[in-house]
């Protein structure tokens, strides 16, 4: 793409972040965090990029249960921005929950605006990130929330703690990658490279010398917080000769379950024990695409790679590799789903809300003829055949102060157009789905179930569904088209695993169940940043309830306006 060879300067924000306990004999923690830019070599080339207190990935952030977390974002780059918090419920506090256009207006440059919400009623792994368009490729980093104050982990206390976040790295500008592929509509260029914690590791090229290493010791048990913040790709994860014992997804613990491989989509973090008890030594770490589409799309077959180095194992000796699964292994892709349960669960029996939603690509035609190098067409993303359109104005702000016209309020509970979505080859008339801004309104505490359908128009593929402002159930799952009359007998209504980002099965359909307890507007949408760049988005707008407690709080006084 034309201009993608030069290093661009990107946006630079300075955060100033204070962690505060309601208690109020606890001390105030401040941190002060500069967001900015800086030249970064990966695979071969230089790029200027956006990082955050010189780091890429940027800081952990660690805090406690019931901790209050306030995050001053000042903008002085030329790029508009907003920081999403995710997998933080936002009880309370809609208005720093951070998608563009869904809670807030962005920050533009030269502004500045202060995230304030309480972390309550959550422990584990989750993460922050850029919420506009490609800035979260490298505007990202964990958020690591332990047990408060006189609770401990529901399993033994690990020996060390090790950060492993997940990504992709692009010889370009990010942001032209993105925008380029809107004008003309084509796919976006696949990334250069995947990494961990931003190293690609020994097979990609000019990277082997910067090959992140893991020190540890014989015998010890490690903690091992994993974040995919991936833009595309979902992911194997292996460690050579080493099991790994799942104890908590999404920040939610769930039963023990022991492995020798983990599945990540972008946006679910995993909380894994590992004992180091093989033989001294150097063992990769790696993690290698899944890819779901059964068509052969182009993809990175290239396994990036961090060390796990025991104590007196020599620099120079050679890791060993762990065997991958094959790249499309969906077999294992969907045992490692269905295999974790949650350690308590209090799943919805009854449901006040029944929505049956169809999710997936399409193609629309460009307008006045803008993408001719695509044979005047786009992709799109869509549910239940609507492809979002970003409003002018931040649908909170506008569902708050009560303006007219930016949103309407008739999103369909079931698919408008009825097909078998699953079937080889879908007829083009099904292709184009419509457009516009349309939520689903659900009544304070009602409970909600909804089943994602995956379709096979364009091609099938296992998306990451992430809903803002809440934790769901996963009740059930398959492959096919939903059967309504059969398959909620085989519904588990007992210890569904509880998660906030759900890939989908490839060809198939999920079912979750959450309670709407949360009133403001949030965003549900896929979590391929390309995908929900194209419109794969949809929102739900919860009502306020009866107490005060319930009330959409009125917004800061420095949120930004468009």
């Keep these: 793409m034309a201009g993608l060879a030069s290093a661009v300067k990107l946006a630079s924000f300075l955060c100033i972040i204070f962690i505060a306990p309601w208690m109020a004999s606890a001390a105030l923690v401040q941190h002060n965090f500069t967001i900015g830019t800086q030249n970064v070599t990966r695979v071969c080339n230089t790029e200027t990029i956006v990082t955050v207190n010189g780091q890429y990935p940027g800081p952990t952030i660690t805090v406690d249960e019931g901790d209050n977390l306030i995050v001053e974002v000042q903008n002085d ?42 972390i309550t009623g959550q422990e584990g792994t989750l993460w922050w990130h850029a919420h506009i368009l490609y800035l979260r490729a490298t505007v990202h980093g964990a958020l690591v929330i332990k047990p408060g104050a006189g609770n401990d982990y529901p399993f033994s206390e690990p020996d060390d703690e090790i950060p492993i976040i997940l990504g992709e790295w692009w010889n370009a ?32 090229p000019c990277s082997s010398n ?24 979902t992911s194997f ?3 050579a000769q080493h099991n790994m014992t799942v104890v908590a997804m999404d920040a939610v613990y769930v039963k023990p379950y022991t492995t020798d491989v983990l599945l990540i989509a972008p946006g679910n973090t995993m909380d894994v024990l590992i004992t180091t008890d093989q033989e001294v030594g ?3 770490v790696g993690t290698r695409v899944y890819n779901s589409q059964p068509d052969g799309t182009q993809y990175l077959n290239t396994s990036a790679t961090a060390i796990l180095q025991y104590e007196g194992a020599l620099n120079t000796s050679t ?28 799943v919805p029996q009854t449901v006040d809300v029944e929505m049956y939603i169809t999710e997936g690509l399409g193609l629309i035609t460009c307008p006045d003829n803008s993408c001719p190098e695509n044979n005047g067409v786009r992709g799109v993303g869509s549910f239940n055949n609507i492809s979002f359109v970003d409003p002018d104005i931040a649908i909170l702000q506008a569902y708050y102060n009560d303006i007219d016209g930016v949103f309407t309020r008739d999103f369909p509970d079931n698919p408008p157009v009825e097909f078998n979505y699953t079937e080889a080859d879908i007829p083009l008339s099904f292709w184009a789905p419509d457009t516009g801004t349309r939520v689903k309104v659900l009544e304070f505490n009602s409970t909600v179930q909804v089943v994602f359908q995956n379709t096979g128009i364009i091609t099938f593929e296992s998306h990451p569904i992430h809903l803002h402002g809440h934790d769901f159930y996963l009740v ?13 007998a085989n519904f588990n209504l007992v210890d569904p695993q509880m998660l906030n980002t759900l890939g989908v099965p490839t060809g198939g359909w999920a079912a979750i169940r959450f309670v709407a307890n949360n009133p403001g507007v949030w965003l549900v949408h896929c979590h391929f940043e390309s995908h929900s760049s194209l419109g794969f988005d949809m929102v739900f707008l919860t009502y306020n309830g009866p107490e005060d407690a319930d009330i959409v709080p009125p917004p800061p006084s420095d949120l930004p306006q468009c």
């Design 210 to 233: 910067d090959t992140v290493r893991f020190l540890v010791e014989m015998g010890k048990t490690y903690l091992l917080r994993i974040v995919n913040a991936a833009m595309i790709h």
């Design 77 to 118: 780059g030329p790029y508009n921005v907003t920081i999403h918090w995710h997998g933080v419920k936002q009880f309370g506090s809609p208005w720093a929950d951070g998608p563009s256009y869904i809670t807030q207006c962005p920050i533009a440059p030269g502004n500045k605006y202060t995230y304030n919400f309480t």
């Design 319 to 346: 890791p060993l590799l762990p065997d991958f699964p094959d790249y499309n292994d969906t077999d294992t892709a969907f045992n490692f789903s269905s295999s974790l349960r949650s350690l308590n669960s209090s």
């Design 282 to 284: 150097l063992y990769y």
């Design 476 to 488: 059930g799952q398959g492959f096919g088209n939903y059967n309504n009359e059969t398959d909620p």
């Design 173 to 204: 500008n990010v942001q032209d990658v993105i925008l380029d592929a809107i004008a003309t509509g084509a796919v976006p260029n696949d990334s250069d490279a995947y990494t961990i914690n931003s190293q690609p590791g020994d097979f990609f």
């Design 237 to 239: 994860f292996k460690i």
